[in-house]
């Protein structure tokens, strides 16, 4: 075996056993466990479920343990995960709030694809816009997708091709109408992923080439 197939193979080695001992040295609780946002933060803010990690950031929309929690796998297409906040008593006062986390995929072959917004209002009180903030970085300066929902609605959006952990803001406005304010039940996010794209073949000889091509040339100028 040539020293750059030893080092290559040395250094596959030591990536898979990286992910190995990192997923398992920073196991959390599931998510099912818990039954409000108060439960989540005191059992530490984190939480996973199945191949994806959620972490509590900061929301003022109501008293921590008034918003119930639901995370749930598989729910409509394959590969579909939903973070459901459902607030009660439902939130009516006039205002704007926010709600902040991360979700982050910790299996190596797996990236979001897709990220949607769900909410439920009271019909009586239609005044209510949430927007979905979806950042690939810690300071929210790098949007990658922004959702709008207003009334009882959804949509969705797609994400890059390489997002595995994902800043989000939920930004709920909350009006006044001529029936009063706007009465949030709840609202959902979902998350879709699919498997990273694997090189054909082809690309992949065509790599090993030009790397042997280099590691050629380099041997006949120091020759």
Not at 8 to 22: K, P, R, V
Not at 84 to 106: C, L, Q, R
Not at 155 to 177: F, R
Not at 200 to 212: R, S, V
Request: charged letters at 15%; aromatic letters at 10%.
């Amino acid at each position: 075996m040539t020293t750059s197939l030893r080092l290559a193979a040395a250094g596959g080695i030591l990536l898979a056993g990286t992910m190995a001992f990192s997923q398992s040295a920073f196991s959390a609780p599931l998510c099912s466990t818990y039954t409000t946002v108060q439960e989540w933060v005191t059992g530490g803010g984190i939480c996973d479920d199945q191949d994806k990690r959620y972490e509590y950031g900061f929301t003022d929309l109501a008293a921590l343990d008034d918003l119930g929690l639901q995370v749930k796998t598989n729910v409509g297409p394959p590969d579909t995960h939903q973070f459901t906040i459902d607030p009660d008593p439902n939130v009516n006062a006039t205002g704007n709030y926010v709600f902040k986390y991360t979700v982050e995929i910790f299996t190596g072959d797996l990236v979001f694809s897709a990220v949607g917004l769900s909410q439920e209002i009271s019909s009586f009180d239609p005044n209510v816009t949430t927007v979905k903030w979806v950042s690939n970085n810690a300071f929210d300066n790098n949007n990658i997708a922004t959702l709008s929902v207003s009334g009882s609605d959804s949509t969705t959006a797609p994400l890059c091709l390489n997002c595995k952990k994902l800043w989000v803001t939920d930004y709920i406005a909350i009006g006044q109408g001529a029936g009063g304010a706007g009465d949030l039940i709840s609202f959902t996010n979902e998350y879709r992923q699919t498997e990273i794209p694997v090189p054909e073949p082809m690309t992949t000889a065509l790599f090993g080439l030009g790397l042997a091509g280099i590691g050629f040339a380099r041997r006949r100028k120091t020759a």
